[in-house]
Nanobody
Framework: VQLQASGGGLVQAGGSLRLSCAASGGTFSTYGMGWFRQAPGKVREFVAT????????RYADSVKGRFTISRNNAKNTVYLQMNSLEPQDTAVYYC????????????????WGQGTQVTVSS
């Protein structure tokens, strides 16, 4: 499975961005999908995950109520809608795919996209 993330950019605090992750080369609808992020000098951390059908989601406490993960299996794409962005959300955001659902650990995901930079200015 190849994953291509897009949609990052520079935004002011309080603004919004929508990240997309397009999958190819596999059966997208059978994978649990996740978003992770890595800020400079920090370890990669879990942001959000969605199960294969899109019926269940989990979020990191730091983004709950501000971010929404969704997927369109017909388009082989997973999304991350980010609202009320804060400077501490600045990071490279990665999408990932794995055989299990709603798992928050990096090790559970077999496939990773290249990352897209999100920068939030104060």
């Amino acid at each position: 499975v190849q994953l291509q993330a897009s949609g990052g950019g520079l935004v002011q605090a309080g603004g919004s961005l929508r990240l997309s992750c397009a999958a190819s080369g596999g059966t997208f609808s059978t994978y649990g999908m996740g978003w992770f992020r890595q800020a400079p000098g920090k370890v990669r951390e879990f942001v959000a995950t969605i199960n294969w059908s899109g019926s269940s989601t989990r979020y990191a406490d730091s983004v709950k109520g501000r971010f929404t993960i969704s997927r369109n299996n017909a388009k082989n794409t997973v999304y991350l809608q980010m609202n009320s962005l804060e400077p501490q959300d600045t990071a490279v955001y990665y999408c990932a795919a794995g055989p299990t659902n709603l798992v928050t650990t990096i090790e559970a995901y077999n496939y990773w996209g290249q990352g897209t930079q999100v920068t939030v200015s104060s």
